[in-house]
């Protein structure tokens, strides 16, 4: 069965912190492994990630991806409580199919 | 409009009842999906449409569940008979091409009394 896990499923840090947040995944056709920041609504999009090893950055948020081991980790240096969200890690696999994990909520407080 | 467009934004509904969500994606946008959100977990698969494809409806949770995307643009989540464990956020995303990020719209609350 095709899935994707994330881990922890909530966290709890003090601004300032470092957080790491894991996805991993079981899929056949891997094409791409995407981020996304879920405030209230609408998933907003933080990265994509298709080749292993690459770091992608933006800001304080940093990602890369593991092709081999099966798995992203999003990084989160000195957090700020507008980093609040849950954070759902998505893979793209087959032709266009697009499976989310549960997510993490990660709660910053000041 | 600049994003996906998603009506109603709330609906209550009695069980038993049909209801009907609206998806409007970007205009250009060839791939829509829909999703379905219960309280504290993560996104759920419904149905995905492509282009002119026959859609992928491999997420659709029972034959009360039914979509249409009429014209190649907007798209229609149909439930009938409602049932309580419908209760959920439904999302709508769509993308302009295979492997770009989805854009989603701000969902439709649905609950069933």
């Known amino acids: 069965e095709d899935k994707v896990v994330q881990s922890p499923l909530s966290l709890v840090v003090h601004e300032g912190d470092t957080v790491t947040l894991n996805c991993s995944y079981e899929?056949?056709?891997?094409?791409?492994l995407l981020w996304y920041k879920q405030e209230k609504k609408a998933p907003t999009f933080l990265f994509m990630l298709?080749?292993?090893?690459i770091e992608k950055k933006s800001g304080r948020l940093s990602s890369i991806l593991d092709k081999k081991e099966l798995f992203s980790i999003l990084n989160i240096t000195a957090t700020q409580t507008g980093d609040s969200a849950v954070y759902l890690c998505?893979?793209?696999?087959?032709?266009?199919?697009?499976?989310f994990g549960t997510g993490t909520r990660l709660q910053v407080f000041p | 409009g600049a994003g996906v467009s998603q009506s109603p934004s709330n609906k209550v509904t009695e069980k038993g009842k049909d209801v009907e969500l609206r998806c409007d994606p970007i205009?250009?946008?060839?791939?829509l999906y829909w999703y379905r959100q219960s309280l504290g977990q993560g996104l759920e698969f419904l149905i995905y449409?492509?282009?002119?494809?026959?859609?992928?409806k491999s997420g659709l949770p029972s034959d009360r569940f039914s979509a249409e995307r009429t014209g190649g643009s907007v798209s229609t989540l149909t439930i009938q008979r409602t049932q309580q464990e419908d209760s959920a956020v439904y999302l709508c995303?769509?993308?302009?091409?295979?492997?770009?990020?989805?854009?989603f719209g701000n969902g439709t609350r649905l609950t069933v009394t």
């Open positions: 298709t080749s292993s090893g």
């Open positions: 998505a893979v793209l696999y087959n032709t266009d199919k697009l499976i």
């Open positions: 899929v056949t056709n891997f094409r791409s």
């Open positions: 449409f492509q282009g002119n494809s026959a859609p992928d």
């Open positions: 995303a769509s993308h302009k091409t295979v492997g770009s990020p989805l854009h």
């Open positions: 205009s250009g946008h060839t791939a």
